[in-house]
């Protein structure tokens, strides 16, 4: 299985970006996806997920009016809109693919099975 993000570069604050995840090896459509960030020196944090279908989502508090999570199971892809952006929203952004856990949006990293390589997202002030 292959996650490939795309998307990610360098924006002022206030600005936005749309990060984009394209899976392959592995029918889309059984694959919950979430998106995970890291910032240099911290841990890995979920910043939000969505089910296999696409009507259940969730997010992290911090970016709940900002971010938004959708999927186009027609073109395996997962995407990531980012409003608003902030100087802390600086990070490599993952997205994962939970088989195990489809069903609902899930927030620990250990509910994931596979992993892209990341993007980074860097906001300046």
């Known amino acids: 299985v292959q996650l490939v993000e795309s998307g990610g570069g360098l924006v002022q604050a206030g600005g936005s970006l749309r990060l984009s995840c394209t899976v392959s090896?592995?029918?889309?459509?059984?694959?919950?996806m979430g998106w995970f960030r890291q910032a240099p020196g911290k841990e890995r944090e979920f910043v939000t997920a969505?089910?296999?279908?696409?009507?259940?989502?969730n997010a992290a508090d911090s970016v709940k009016d900002r971010f938004t999570i959708s999927r186009d199971n027609t073109k395996n892809t997962v995407y990531l809109q980012m409003n608003s952006l902030k100087p802390e929203d600086t990070a490599v952004y993952y997205c994962?693919?939970?088989?195990?856990?489809?069903?609902?949006?899930?927030?620990?990293?250990?509910?994931?099975?596979?992993w892209g390589q990341g993007t980074q997202v860097t906001v300046s002030s």
């Open positions: 994962a693919c939970s088989w195990s856990k489809r069903y609902y949006p899930v927030s620990l990293p250990t509910d994931y099975e596979y």
């Open positions: 090896g592995r029918t889309f459509s059984t694959c919950g």
């Open positions: 969505i089910n296999w279908s696409g009507v259940r989502s």
